[in-house]
């Protein structure tokens, strides 16, 4: 009897679903797949939550960090170019999805979700004809392992309309409800004492994704005296594995790099306005949030952060600088008027209202566990 048969019996029999979420290796892909369990988990507090990742993926941090179990599988990076791991790719498939297969009949899973990428391709795979399948696409050009994992999902489920995958249901994009529940003004004062901010300046959040973006880190922080001397504080993640020196000016707003923020919300409360990449993910949560932005699409890929940027820009929440052209120069003509100009920054805010799908995530999660016969 097949895998889909049994999840249906679990749930009649009124045990508890398994759900396994794959959406290892990068924040964007994992932060939507703990949205989404934590909103499978408020419609069904019985239910487990199982979270598939490879060793080297912030996974490792953020998913025990929110209470969810961690199942280690190999990832299958897929080459840009013909090289020479590109003949071994099938070795490497096959032994993913042994034990990815492993995994998913030792959980007892009843659905597996999946947000693309290295880790999601095997569980893909692994689950193809014995587990139902729910692909969730944030991007609007589709990934790889979704267009594999869309040609035999029960359920697709995509951040925007156009996404070029059968079946696909628009939902928007799971977000924390610390983010879509964020109220900025009344956190403000809170948000800025945390990071050791000046309470009552023009502040700009800047950061580059979780590892950080060398070309707007070296703009922002070449920037720190026009900044200072504009009276505008910032607030800069530059990634773990990168180092930011920034002159101090005395009788300035504070300028204030990070490694790393665990506390998005807080940041994101912060701030005036923020200068960042433009992730789906990213730009999701920067709207959500009604933070006027300035866009640096990463220059590599298919173009994704562009399009994933551009509605925010037509509807006059965002700017949008290709990445070469940003300078030291740049920033001090494009963001700093931007950042201290109050009413401008009132209407980009409000721009951004009912941009996206606050709901995303309980969204998705009924339609997992329909999938799930829960």
Known sequence: MSKPVKGTERSAAGKAPTVVVAGGGTAG???PALALADAVRRLRPDAKVVALGTERGLENTLVP???YELELIPPVPMPRKPTPELLRLPLKVRDAVKRTRAVLERVGADVVVGFGGYVALPAYLAARGRTPIVVH??????????????RFAARVAVAVPGTPLPKAEVVGIPLRRSITSLDRAAL???ARAHFGLDPDVPTLLVFGGSQGARSINAAVSGAAKELADAGVGVLHAHGPKNTLVVQEFPGKPFYVPVPYLERMDLAYA???????????????????????????????GNGEQAGNAQPAVDAG??????????????????????????????KMSASAVGMGHREADETLAKIVLEAAGA
């Open 29 to 31: 892909h994992i932060e």
């Open 65 to 67: 960090a929110r209470g």
């Open 137 to 150: 696409e944030a991007n609007k050009s589709a990934g790889l392992a979704n267009r594999v994992g869309a």
């Open 188 to 190: 403000r004062a809170e």
């Open 270 to 300: 912060a701030a005036d306005a923020v200068v960042c990449r433009s992730g789906a993910m990213t730009v999701a949560e920067v709207s959500a949030v009604g933070l006027p932005a300035v866009f640096v699409p990463l220059p590599y």
């Open 317 to 346: 929440a965002a700017l949008m600088v290709v990445d070469a052209e940003l300078s030291p120069a740049k920033v001090a003509d494009l963001v700093i008027p931007l950042v201290t100009d109050a009413d401008r920054i009132a």
